[in-house]
């Protein structure tokens, strides 16, 4: 049986349920989910440039203040030892790379990329969280600031959720991934965050300065820790999220079939490419952010 108009006068009439009418509107709907799904990216990337702007601030208060023999030796102290992990990170970086071949031969050169950049992040964190505390005289009763003091709650919290999102699609795929691909996936993001939290939490848990040219260079010093560790542990966490979910896509890809249950693999593969550019995002800031703080007093010339 027929239903509908007829076609143009000819004589047809189309059948109810057109298939490709459905197959279009379908088509659609995916498009308009595979945009929407990267709409974060943006909202990130607006994000960290607004952080960016409130480094600048405090670099710029650093600016105002007098150059001060001690101010001096304890920035150069700072930046010495943040220099000095880096590069215990890189070799780290070049160890893995050097694992990654052992393991894998001639596999391996599709890891050497990602082996590097865990050891660089690495060395990031590492030298954020083991940073000497400050030789000057400290507030009597002791004065902490507050979290939002250093870094926008919700960039902590982006980096808290992709750390737990990562879990979650680690233990999801750990049937198809293996035993060890799993627990990559699992230890990293997540011995990221944890040396971040630490190297949050010593710098919400350390007094403030008493006075004086001292609380500027401090809290600049607090300012650029914050973000470099929510940074460097969004990026461990948010690229593996991507690989991840586009992993999730393929494998759904070929099990399931029907108009309705083919939009899930859209959903995951924008979803894996919005996390995939989102790190890139982060990780651009980041390597812009490892010049450690710096006092020319160039406003007071």
Known sequence: MTSGPRDGGRGRYRLAGDPGHTGRVGRLIAVVLFIALLAPAGLLARAWSLASGRRAVASAAVEFVPTTPPATAQLARQAAHGRRVRKLGFALGVALVVLSVVLFAEASVFLWV?????????????????????????????????????????????????VAGDVLAALWLADDLGTAPTVIALAVPLAGWLLAEAALLRVLARPL?????????????????????????????????????????????????????????VALVAGGFTAILAGLVVAGFLVTWLRPVQQTSHALA
């Open 209 to 265: 300065p008493a006075e004086g040219a001292d609380v500027p260079i401090d809290e600049a010093l607090r300012t650029w820790t914050a973000h470099l560790v929510v940074a460097a542990a969004t990026v461990l966490s948010v690229l593996p999220l991507g690989a991840l979910l586009l992993r999730a896509a393929i494998d759904l890809d070929d099990r399931i079939a029907g108009d309705g249950a083919g939009l899930l693999p």
């Open 114 to 162: 990602p082996a590097l950049a865990v050891g660089l992040l690495a060395g990031v964190l590492l030298a954020e969280a083991t940073r000497p505390r400050a030789r000057w005289a400290l507030s009597d009763p002791p004065r902490r600031p507050r979290r939002g003091e250093q870094i926008s709650p919700g960039l902590l919290w982006t980096m808290r959720g992709t």
